[in-house]
């Protein structure tokens, strides 16, 4: 692998960590902030993973535990996110949030 | 065992989770009896620890017997080990406080052994934070600390659950952050243990990874920081007891302004590096800011709002600390957060004593305290006589080498900062004083539990004795914390990045 195709790769990992918390931001359902919140976590693990490099023969270990322990914890992250969004659902039947002002108002 | 102390102090908490759990299918009072004799195991190893570090100095601790930089590593100095120590008085006051509650509420036993397993898990996760110099662990220890808070948030109300969603949710998408800078950091250094991270950046002479790295992680200290503003989570004061949401705030807030130090002037602190112009005039914005936040916390009609606000306005003071970077500023720093620890949990227990059955708090209901409840009145005046810096509390002490500190650099914005919000303290300080002494007969008759009282009091003490006994707290905890410019240890002058070193 070239430096320029990783840099290619690392570039296009960017702009999906970066879509991914746009949505994050501007969604108002709780799942989908959730889903995209993994989006963005597993584009943080996939740069860790693009950090590894061949060295006398083998692949520097670091980064691939560093993005399998991300993506791992992420999924016990995310699990917790679903049961605080079935909490809301739970007590406000909706899983839709408005938006608010500061101050707590629609 | 001795020579794995470390280990046992960070893995205690955690260990306890699950029994907590467990214990309360049990029996109550075996899971009663339990939570204190963790604590006092923690304290009894905690005191073990001390007497080496003190004797010994700093203790490194390479996990699974990994050196660092490949392995895992806890550090133990006399400030970490100090610092935890009332992280675990507070987590045991949180928890002899909350105590009472839980009694009442004989058939909610499954929650009470949650309460306490989350309980540990924060502490732990806290602890977690103070020992390890691992960038990806800080970022595990965070998120777990996350998740345990947002857990205590929604563990005693069926009402709002978007408080604890919100908590965790954005607080997570900040902590994301951490190891994304842990990676640019990684990429250019090779390494992500904290103190082998400045040893690289030094030699790799790169200063614009260390900006990049920065402002990377500075997302992952936002939410943690700003719990529990009201502007951020409203009608958190109603739904949440006071004395977790006094918990949160207190430790898991001051213990991250402990990872700020670190970071800030142990990781990133490379010799010669100068702040761009920008980001000191993003420094020096913060100012207004916690301005603003003590204002509204004065215009507050509700005690327990008006002291969510004070507790993240009072971060303001430690931050300032971090700005102006001279050694009385982070000896003030450091005296200043052991003193908000202790005040900001004090303050919200208070609350939670008070509070009416709707959970609200106004501030009409203190009127006539000092006389109904002589003690809770007294601990009310010593927590404020900290804030505003009144001798001799541990507050008082941290303002003046704060102010000190501005002084030496001749830093007039700061001072008028540290002065003007002591000012603004002192105004609301007089309110209050006149408010709890002001009728014979208290305005409104206050039945909470008198074993409330006891947690209040012991906080106020610690206030106390921090304040009396600061000269032994400075010379033997917090001067060997500092960094090793500011001891009196000779270093050689290199000169780096075209800069003579100081």
């Known amino acids: ?106 | 065992m001795k020579e794995n102390l470390p280990i046992l102090i960070l893995i205690l908490p955690f260990a306890a989770v699950p029994l907590a759990v467990g214990l309360s299918f049990a029996s109550a009072w075996v899971n009663r009896l339990f939570v204190p004799a963790v604590f006092i195991a923690g304290w009894f190893w905690g005191w073990e620890t001390l007497e080496k570090v003190l004797s010994q100095g700093p203790w490194s601790y390479n996990l699974g017997g990994w050196a660092a930089p490949w392995g895992l590593e806890i550090v133990l100095t006399p400030f970490n080990v100090f610092l935890a120590g009332w992280i675990w008085l507070i987590g045991m006051s949180a928890w002899f406080y909350g105590l009472p509650h839980w009694v009442l509420r004989r058939g909610e036993l499954a929650k009470e052994g949650l309460f306490n397993a989350l309980l540990f898990l924060l502490t732990g996760s806290v602890l977690g934070l103070l020992f390890l110099r691992d960038l990806l662990g800080l970022y595990f220890c965070l998120e777990t600390a996350l998740a345990a808070a947002a857990g205590l948030i929604v563990l005693d109300q069926a009402k709002d659950w978007k408080n604890g969603f919100n908590f965790f949710f954005w607080g997570t998408v900040g902590a994301s952050f951490l190891p994304l800078s842990a990676f640019f950091l990684y990429a250019s250094t090779g390494t992500l243990n904290l103190d082998d991270l400045l040893s690289q950046i030094f030699i790799s002479k790169n200063a614009g990874i260390v900006l990049a790295a920065g402002l990377l992680g500075i997302p992952a200290f936002i939410v943690p920081l700003i719990f529990p503003s009201p502007r951020f989570f409203p009608r958190l004061a109603g739904q949440t007891p006071a004395f977790i949401t006094g918990f949160i705030s207190s430790v898991l807030a001051r213990g991250l302004v402990y990872v700020l130090f670190i970071l800030l002037f142990f990781t990133l602190d490379l010799p010669g590096f100068n702040q761009p112009f920008w980001l000191v005039i993003l420094e020096y914005l913060l100012v207004p800011l916690f301005i603003w936040a003590f204002i509204l916390a004065f215009q507050q009609k509700d005690f327990q709002q008006a002291v969510a606000f004070v507790s993240v306005a009072q971060l303001g003071t430690l931050l300032i600390g971090f700005i102006l970077g001279s050694k009385s500023a982070l000896t003030g720093t450091l005296l200043e957060l052991i003193s908000q620890l202790l005040v900001v949990a004090g303050l919200f227990f208070i609350a939670g004593t008070l509070q009416t059955a709707s959970g609200n708090l106004p501030l009409s209901r203190l009127a006539g305290l000092g006389r109904q409840k002589p003690w809770t009145g007294l601990a009310l005046i010593v927590f404020a006589a900290s804030l505003v810096g009144i001798p001799p509390t541990g507050g008082a002490l941290g303002k003046w080498y704060l102010i000190q500190g501005a002084l030496e650099r001749s830093n007039w914005v700061l001072l008028f900062f540290i002065t003007a919000t002591a000012l603004l303290n002192l105004f609301y300080f007089i309110k209050l004083i006149v408010l709890i002494y002001e009728h014979s007969d208290a305005a409104a008759r206050h039945t909470s539990s008198g074993a409330a009282k006891i947690p209040i009091l012991v906080l106020a003490l610690g206030i106390l004795v921090l304040g009396v006994f600061h000269q032994t707290v400075i010379e033997r905890f917090i001067e060997p914390a500092l960094p090793k410019a500011f001891q009196n240890i000779s270093v050689p002058n290199v000169p780096f990045l075209g800069k003579q070193v100081e």
Not at chain 1, 40 to 67: D, E, K, M, R, T
């Open chain 1, 1 to 106: 692998m070239t430096l320029n195709s990783l840099l290619i790769i690392r570039c296009l990992i960017l702009v999906a960590g970066l879509a991914a918390l746009y949505r994050l931001w501007t969604s108002t359902h709780l799942i989908k902030k959730s889903l995209f919140w993994l989006i963005f976590q597993a584009s943080v693990a996939a740069l860790w993973l693009s950090g590894s490099y061949p060295y006398h023969g083998h692949w520097n270990p670091l980064p691939q535990v560093a993005a399998f322990l991300l993506i791992i914890f992420s999924i016990g992250v995310l699990a917790i996110m679903l049961v605080f969004a079935s909490g809301v659902l739970r007590n406000d039947g909706v899983l839709e949030i408005k938006k608010t002002n500061f101050k707590g108002h629609s």
